[in-house]
């Protein structure tokens, strides 16, 4: 469903970004100094931001009115529902008069709606980092980065004063370039229509400033009630995603497309105005009634996602949190469930404490019941099969499980790893060896 809605003056805009490195040091050193000034305690920002994440869940559809109301009379913003993935790139092609999109680094665009462009025949353009040249990152594994104190990028980020008209300023003087701007937003205040982003780089501002249209993406979830609450959540996701901006800032993300070095074609007069803007269901009402319901509480920090084995593995494109992983496990997606390893270092770095692990085991549940068991899934469940085959024809069996050509063979049929060590096989199992010593009535 879509509803157009007018307003008096552009959608502000605000962009949050790390403060100059002389401002980042004088925050660092009240930091670790413990003299005054600076941000909170760590416990008291977990604490609100918490209270702020779960409040904004309970409270989804009161946000949801709160914002289309305070939009209402702007002629400059037009809003829409989607309730889906592929209802919202139906509406972005009911926008774009071009089939190049630029994307930043969010999730909500970057795994949930680049799919759907791709198969609608888009070219998207990930931007994230292209100003940085192509090679090895600084930090390759976790484990090498500093340690540094979370309240520190907390206080070091800055916020623009109306982000909005520096896109007016820069259409009056140069126009635009021929690409649409698609910008999933780490915050919505419900109260005004104000909407955060937070930029590591600067193809936030490039997007921005230059597309000839622009099209804001806000989850459901990424509604909360004031202008202040959508600056204090972004600054959290500042302060606790810094880990895993730091493992992938200096690697180049981008596909070989640059809008830096595009022209501007589109005059200032063909340049359109409105600022759109989609809010994403996309299963999130779904989840909201469910015993997953605490996977909406997440700021979208990444946090979860800097220590993870497997989140270069899970699925493309690009690297994956497991946050990520667990909402299109619930969500009933078609994803390998079988990757987590149930390390649980995931719910250690999460902020919010939030179960991801126990979330990710109730997913993969729900998704083996969905679906027919394989064979190899059968075999590896039932460890009785192979007792029973193994006795009955011991000790041929046992032999045969070590042979290097029955290993390649499983391998390859079955596709259980020849590396794989199965049980020793006996001719006497436990049961049969306890029945036989059991005392007499």
Same mark, same amino acid.
């Given at each position: 469903m879509k509803e157009r809605l007018n307003s008096r003056t552009m959608l502000p805009v605000f962009l949050m970004e790390p403060a100059a490195a002389e401002k980042t040091r004088r925050h660092s050193r009240l930091l670790m100094d413990m003299r005054g000034g600076g941000a909170p305690p760590l416990d008291e920002i977990k604490e609100r931001i918490k209270k702020l994440r779960h409040q904004a869940v309970a409270q989804q559809d009161e946000l949801i009115s709160g914002l289309t109301a305070c939009l209402s009379d702007n002629p400059d913003v037009e809003v829409a529902l989607a309730e889906d993935a592929e209802q919202a790139v139906q509406m972005i092609q009911g926008i774009t008069t071009t089939r190049q999109v630029a994307i930043n680094k969010s999730s909500v665009v970057a795994k949930e709606l680049v799919p759907e462009l791709t198969r609608a025949g888009y070219q998207v353009i990930e931007t994230y980092g292209e100003e940085y040249p192509a090679g090895e990152p600084r930090f390759q594994d976790y484990w090498q980065l500093p340690t540094i104190d979370p309240t520190i990028p907390f206080e070091s980020v800055s916020l623009s004063r109306r982000f909005s008209d520096s896109r007016e300023k820069s259409v009056r003087q140069f126009?635009?370039? +021929?690409?649409?701007?698609?910008? %999933?937003?780490?915050?919505?205040? /419900?109260?005004?229509?104000?909407? @955060? @982003? @937070?930029?590591?780089?600067?193809?936030?501002?490039?997007?921005?400033?230059? !597309?000839?249209?622009?099209?804001?993406? !806000? %989850?459901? =979830?990424?509604?909360?009630?004031?202008?202040?609450? /959508? #600056?204090? *959540?972004?600054?959290?996701? !500042?302060?606790?995603?810094?880990?895993?901006?730091?493992? *992938?800032?200096? #690697?180049?993300? %981008?596909?070989?497309?640059?809008?830096?070095?595009?022209?501007?074609a589109i005059s200032p007069e063909r340049t359109t105005k409105p600022i759109h803007l989609i809010l994403l269901d996309n299963g999130r009402r779904t989840l909201r009634s469910s015993r997953y319901q605490e996977l909406l509480a997440c700021i979208g920090c990444r946090a979860c996602g800097a220590e993870c084995p497997i989140s270069q593995f899970i699925d493309k494109p690009g690297a994956w949190t497991p946050r990520e992983y667990a909402f299109f496990l619930a969500l009933g997606r078609e994803i390998n469930a079988d990757l987590c390893l149930q390390c649980l270092t995931c719910?250690?770095?999460? $902020? @919010? =404490?939030? +179960?991801?692990?126990?979330?990710?085991?109730?997913?993969?549940? +729900?998704?083996?019941?969905?679906?027919?068991?394989?064979?190899?899934?059968?075999?590896?469940?039932? $460890? +009785?099969?192979?007792?029973?085959?193994?006795?009955? !024809?011991? $000790?041929?069996? /046992?032999?045969?499980?070590?042979?290097? &050509?029955?290993? &390649?063979?499983?391998?390859?049929?079955?596709?259980?790893?020849? *590396?794989?060590?199965? $049980?020793?096989?006996?001719?006497?199992t436990f049961a049969r060896w306890f029945r036989s010593h059991a005392p007499r009535p």
């Open positions: 126009g635009s370039k +021929d690409f649409t701007g698609l910008l %999933g937003v780490n915050a919505v205040s /419900a109260q005004d229509g104000s909407i @955060l @982003l @937070l930029q590591h780089t600067n193809n936030i501002r490039e997007i921005f400033t230059q !597309a000839r249209k622009v099209i804001f993406v !806000a %989850g459901l =979830d990424k509604i909360v009630r004031d202008f202040e609450e /959508a #600056v204090f *959540q972004t600054r959290c996701m !500042a302060a606790f995603g810094f880990k895993n901006v730091l493992l *992938q800032f200096s #690697v180049k993300h %981008g596909n070989g497309e640059s809008i830096q070095e595009r022209p501007f719910r250690t770095n999460c $902020p @919010l =404490d939030i +179960d991801l692990p126990g979330l990710i085991l109730e997913a993969r549940t +729900d998704s083996l019941w969905r679906k027919k068991s394989s064979l190899t899934d059968t075999l590896l469940a039932n $460890p +009785d099969i192979f007792e029973r085959w193994g006795t009955s !024809a011991f $000790p041929f069996m /046992a032999t045969l499980l070590n042979n290097r &050509l029955i290993r &390649l063979l499983g391998e390859k049929m079955f596709d259980i790893s020849r *590396q794989r060590r199965f $049980p020793s096989i006996k001719r006497m």
